[in-house]
C-alpha cells in the first residue's frame, strides 16, 4: 500500500496580494476636527504617508465653502491656521481665493497631482478636470496637507472612493510601508 502526502482539498493557495490601506489624516492643528476624512475647524491636517511614487494624486471635495487650502508640505510645517506658501516656505498649496480657482461651492472637487518623475518637482492643482495652478521647486520629503478656517468643510480622498477626476499617468497616493 503506497502512501501519498498529497490531498486533492488541501490545495495551495496562490499568493494574493494583500490590499494596502490607504493613506489617511494624522497630525492636525489643535483647533481642527477630523472626523474620519472629514476636516473642519480652523487649521491644518497633514496626511499620514509621505509622498514618495514618482506620480501621485489625491483630491479633496468641498463640503462647506470658506477658507481652506490643499497640497503639500514638509512634516514640520505650523498647522495652527491655514497654510499657505506666505506662511510657510516649505508648504505648496492653492487657496479658495487664489487666482483661477474662482468661486467655490459645496460639492466642488479640488485635485492636487504631485509628479516628481522629473526635475524640478511639479505640483499641479485641479479643480473638477481644469487645472487650475501649476508650482515647482518642491523640496524635501512632503505629505498631503488640508487647511479650513471660517466655516469651511473638506472631505478628503486617497482613494477611498472613486476619485472625480484623475489627470493622465498619474495614480492615487500609496501608502509607504516599512519592510523591515
Not at 28 to 56: A, M, W, Y
Not at 69 to 83: E, F, T
Not at 127 to 143: A, F, M, P, W, Y
Amino acid at each position: 500500500m503506497s502512501w501519498c502526502c498529497w490531498n486533492a482539498g488541501w490545495a495551495e493557495k496562490e499568493d494574493e496580494p494583500v490590499p494596502l490601506a490607504p493613506v489617511g489624516l494624522s497630525s492636525h492643528g489643535p483647533e481642527v476636527k477630523v472626523s474620519g476624512r472629514n476636516i473642519c475647524g480652523t487649521g491644518s491636517v497633514l496626511g499620514d504617508s509621505p509622498v514618495l511614487q514618482d506620480k501621485g494624486y489625491f483630491e479633496a471635495k468641498v463640503l462647506s465653502p470658506g477658507s481652506f487650502a490643499i497640497g503639500v508640505a514638509i512634516k514640520d510645517s505650523p498647522l495652527d491656521g491655514v497654510l499657505s506658501p506666505d506662511k510657510a516656505a516649505n508648504a505648496w498649496t492653492i487657496t479658495h481665493n487664489q487666482s483661477g480657482v474662482g468661486p467655490v461651492a459645496a460639492g466642488d472637487v479640488l485635485g492636487c497631482a504631485i509628479d516628481q518623475a522629473d526635475y524640478p518637482v511639479q505640483v499641479y492643482f485641479y479643480k473638477g478636470s481644469t487645472l487650475v495652478h501649476q508650482v515647482s521647486g518642491i523640496r524635501g520629503e512632503v505629505l498631503p496637507v488640508f487647511s479650513v478656517a471660517d466655516g469651511a468643510e473638506l472631505e478628503a480622498n486617497f482613494g477611498h472612493s472613486e476619485y472625480a477626476f484623475m489627470p493622465n499617468g498619474f495614480q492615487g497616493l500609496i501608502r509607504v510601508v516599512s519592510m523591515l
